[in-house]
């Protein structure tokens, strides 16, 4: 089957069409600045990158470019539409409504549309992105895969806040965790490479991308993860600060005299690994700063390694033990000065660090960063969100 699949922001739509039998991305790209001017970039199999600037005053006619380039005579990789047999849709939030992918209908995007309060940025963004889709496929299924729906198996002395009960009861106000897709796909491929059964696996994953997430994940369930309510929590990130007292935010707004408002987009887009260092939120500067003697950005990349570190140790206690911990996303498979920090810190539980295959880029390939007489594996894994929400898709179709 041919999937399309799609991944709405509130100003970018990322899609791939991907052959499910054979798992080969048939083509991928991405429609920017929606709203403001617009640029298509699409990518054929083994072609070059076409850039376009076309009129996208919505996601509506993102979605239309994106269907022509497809299926246009000289680079598309579609003979017409009908080719396409799903649709599968990114969904950042779907609060307690859905622990698992669901087919499309009206009613699952009222339930979409009643989490808009917990992700005002995304999901407005994604069902936009599904009517859009609905209007020029009216007869394709399509599925929700939802960002959340890996954590609902959390535990609730892992998801509750410690404030009133009344504001998780009446608001649901609560841990969710994101990053499921990726958590899920990873963990499961680390339980292959150890050779255990998944629902026997105790399984750490470092998701550290421009967004950063932990996950614990026991016998094939998450049990726990970094981030909350919002994207916000846990991990320091490129531009988020990660948990923080709320005190802070309670001086910077009365001292600088802002909004409430103003004072969380400070801790979304101005802080992180960005805000400390003053250099920027991308590890590839930071790094080479750090390098090159710039005390704050060694500075912030201490404290971002000393999190995640302390962060794996606190979930391999959540699960009484561990049996890999897996390193994922643009950070995580790219940065060996990140890992090594990290596995250092676990030298007294007999992890040994295997330098040269942590010092060697391995572009898009599963490898041990541990010796074979390490107590336990370190591994890189490279996340494939796309391949997995298509296999998603596929699954749901099946069970439909
Ligand atoms: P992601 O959100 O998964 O795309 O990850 C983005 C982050 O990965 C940025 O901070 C990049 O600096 C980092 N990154 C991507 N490629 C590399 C690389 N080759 N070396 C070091 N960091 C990288």
Not at 111 to 119: F, P, S, T, Y
Not at 125 to 133: M, P, T
Not at 232 to 260: C, F, W
Not at 323 to 348: C, H, K, L, P, W
């Amino acid at each position: 089957m041919d999937i399309l699949v799609i991944n709405c922001g509130s100003s970018s739509l990322k899609y791939q069409v991907l052959n499910s039998d054979t798992e080969e991305v048939l083509a991928k790209g991405i429609c920017e600045r929606i709203g403001i001017s617009g640029v298509l970039k699409y990518t054929p199999k083994g072609g070059e990158t076409e850039v376009s600037e076309l009129d996208m005053p919505t996601h509506t006619e993102a979605v239309k470019y994106v269907l022509d380039a497809l299926t246009n005579e000289k680079t598309g990789v579609l003979k017409s539409l009908d080719q396409i047999d799903a649709v599968g849709h990114r969904i950042v939030h779907g609060g307690e409504h859905f622990s698992e992918a669901t087919l499309i209908t009206e009613d699952v995007i009222k339930a979409v549309e009643d989490c808009n309060d917990l992700a005002p940025l995304h999901n407005p963004a994604n069902i936009i992105g599904i009517r859009a889709c609905q209007a020029v496929m009216p007869n394709v299924p399509m599925v929700g895969i939802f960002d959340t729906a890996f954590h609902a198996t959390m535990p609730k002395k892992a998801f509750l806040y410690g404030i009133p009960y009344e504001y998780y009861e009446k608001d649901k106000l609560r841990r969710y965790g994101f990053h499921g897709t990726s958590h899920s796909f990873v963990s499961k491929r680390a339980a292959e490479l150890i050779g255990k059964p998944y629902d026997q696996c105790k399984t750490v994953v470092c998701h550290l991308g421009n967004g950063a997430s932990i996950c614990a994940v026991e016998n094939g369930k998450s049990i726990d993860t970094s981030m909350g309510l919002s994207p916000l929590e846990g991990l320091i990130m490129g531009t988020r600060s990660g948990d923080i007292d709320p005190s802070v935010i309670q001086y910077i707004a009365n001292h600088y005299n802002k909004t409430l408002d103003e004072v969380v987009e400070i801790l979304n887009k101005k802080s992180g690994v960005d805000g400390l260092s003053g250099v920027s939120s991308d590890f590839r500067d930071i790094t080479k700063e750090m390098e090159e003697g710039n005390e704050r950005a060694k500075a912030a990349m201490d404290a971002y390694c000393y999190r995640v570190a302390k962060y794996v140790g606190s979930y391999i206690t959540a699960m009484h033990g561990v049996d890999v911990v897996v390193f994922t996303a643009g950070i995580g498979e790219n940065n060996s000065y990140v890992r090594r920090y990290v596995m250092e810190y676990f030298d007294f539980m007999g992890v040994k660090e295997d330098k040269e295959a942590n010092s060697v880029m391995h572009i898009g390939e599963d490898t041990k960063m541990t010796t074979d007489d390490s107590k336990i594996p370190f591994y890189v894994i490279p996340t494939d969100e796309e391949l997995s929400i298509c296999r998603q898709t596929v699954e749901v179709l099946k069970n439909a």
